[in-house]
């Protein structure tokens, strides 16, 4: 035993070779894959406006009958003087 996870045998016949991250593109492709993002931006829009669209009408009078209801009525407080 006393060998670390990982190195407990040897593996034989199998180059490992690893890549310099100086050699590598730093952004492969970005124009093709910005253009590919906008286009399923684009296709999904129809599907999310329209719940977004209900869902603000929804809580904005919501939002309103909730201060028309807990409005005084003037009427109540015109002879209290």
């Given at each position: 035993m006393g060998h670390q996870f990982g190195h407990l045998y040897k593996i034989r016949r199998i180059v490992y070779f690893?890549?310099?991250?100086?050699?590598?593109?730093?952004?492969?492709?970005?124009?093709?894959?910005?253009?590919?993002?906008?286009?399923?931006?684009?296709?999904?829009?129809?599907?999310n406006t329209i719940p977004f669209i209900l869902t603000y009408g929804i809580i904005k009078y919501g939002n309103e009958?909730?201060?028309?209801?807990?409005?005084?009525?003037?009427?109540?407080y015109e002879n209290d003087s």
């Amino acid at each position: 035993m006393g060998h670390q996870f990982g190195h407990l045998y040897k593996i034989r016949r199998i180059v490992y070779f690893r890549l310099s991250p100086y050699e590598q593109k730093a952004f492969p492709n970005i124009v093709e894959s910005a253009a590919a993002l906008l286009q399923r931006a684009i296709n999904q829009l129809g599907l999310n406006t329209i719940p977004f669209i209900l869902t603000y009408g929804i809580i904005k009078y919501g939002n309103e009958a909730n201060v028309a209801h807990n409005r005084k009525n003037p009427k109540d407080y015109e002879n209290d003087s």
